[in-house]
């Protein structure tokens, strides 16, 4: 990519950003167009859907957050490792409004533009929740999907107002039901 078609396509993915963040997964393309200066055909060259703004979107967050995995896997004992992830992936989730129903359909959908990255963060998601429960500091009847389900779930219900100001204790809630009652009292006491 040119360096002038580059910093085009970064300033429209900091504008967007920026429409997304007020606005939620339903912001619109004409609005990041005018709010970036440009004509909606700018836009639609760079981001020809809506997936694919929001894959540019959020594909530096997932990788991050699949590259956090590792990191806790190769650092962290496995319950501490799984509910550090689970916080961050909660926190992703929380980001942008609309965010959970876009990755649950990505990762059903393997011609999505989403999907490799949905996956990646899936896998390593469980990865971490297998070693947990090999170790036995999370429950056995757990899986991967379970798992994703919960993340969602509480990053959806944070975004409430009403229950906002109680996301801290809806996490350790969350997090104790994933995890053995010998880890999750330890977490609790270090919280």
Not at 27 to 47: K, Q
Not at 73 to 78: C, D, I, L, R, V
Not at 125 to 143: F, K, V
């Amino acid at each position: 990519m040119r360096a002038d078609a580059r910093k085009n396509y970064n300033h429209l993915l900091a504008v967007a950003r920026d429409v997304v963040t007020e606005n939620g997964a339903d912001a619109s393309m004409r609005d990041i167009a005018r709010r970036a200066e440009v004509g909606l055909a700018t836009v639609l060259r760079h981001f020809p859907t809506r997936e694919a703004l929001f894959e540019a979107l959020l594909r530096a967050n997932l990788d991050a957050l699949t590259q956090k995995a590792g990191e806790l896997e190769t650092s962290n004992p496995p319950g501490e490792a799984l509910v550090s992830w689970f916080r961050e992936g909660v926190a992703f989730v929380h980001s942008y409004s609309g965010v959970v129903a876009l990755m649950a359909s990505a990762h059903a959908d393997p011609h999505s533009a989403l999907y490799a990255s949905c996956t990646a963060v899936h896998e390593a998601g469980e990865r971490l929740l297998r070693r947990a429960q090999g170790d036995g500091t999370a429950r056995a009847d757990m899986d991967g999907v379970d798992l994703f389900a919960l993340m969602s779930a509480l990053g959806w219900l944070v975004d409430q107002p009403s229950f906002a100001s109680r996301a801290d204790h809806l996490l350790h809630v969350i997090t104790s039901a994933i995890l053995t009652n010998r880890l999750g009292n330890d977490i609790k006491k270090a919280t």
